[in-house]
Nanobody
Framework: QVQLVESGGALVQAGGSLRLSCAAS????????VGWFRQAPGKDREFVAA????????DYTDSVKGRFTISRDNAETTVFLQMNSLKPEDTAVYYC?????????????????WGQGTRVTVSS
């Protein structure tokens, strides 16, 4: 089992920055891949970013490339999502997810554990 707790969501103006955190506990953190997903009002959940267990591999959806950066601190069992140049279309509830494998994945069905989410609102 892995427990995930997201934090860092807030109301921010367009062009601003936020850093989301995902604190993990339970299963050996350094062996698992972690991803961020988001769900905007009235829309399906979508993949945002993922990082491998060692942090050597990352993946991003096209709409956030160059603006968002995923990273992890295995000593602190935490994954971060640094979000810069935020746009109103980034408004969503952001979820952290973990999988029982070390690699990156962009499909939600490949993840086994999910957090409760943290809300990000970007005003224009």
């Amino acid at each position: 089992q892995v427990q995930l707790v997201e934090s860092g969501g807030a109301l921010v103006q367009a062009g601003g920055s936020l850093r989301l955190s995902c604190a993990a506990s339970g299963r050996t953190f350094s062996n698992i891949g972690v991803g961020w997903f988001r769900q905007a009002p009235g829309k399906d959940r979508e993949f945002v970013a993922a990082i491998s267990a060692t942090g050597e591999r990352t993946d991003y959806t096209d709409s956030v490339k160059g603006r968002f950066t995923i990273s992890r601190d295995n000593a602190e069992t935490t994954v971060f999502l640094q979000m810069n140049s935020l746009k109103p279309e980034d408004t969503a509830v952001y979820y952290c997810a973990a999988r029982r494998f070390a690699g990156v994945a962009s499909f939600g069905v490949l993840y086994d554990y999910w957090g409760q989410g943290t809300r990000v609102t970007v005003s224009s």
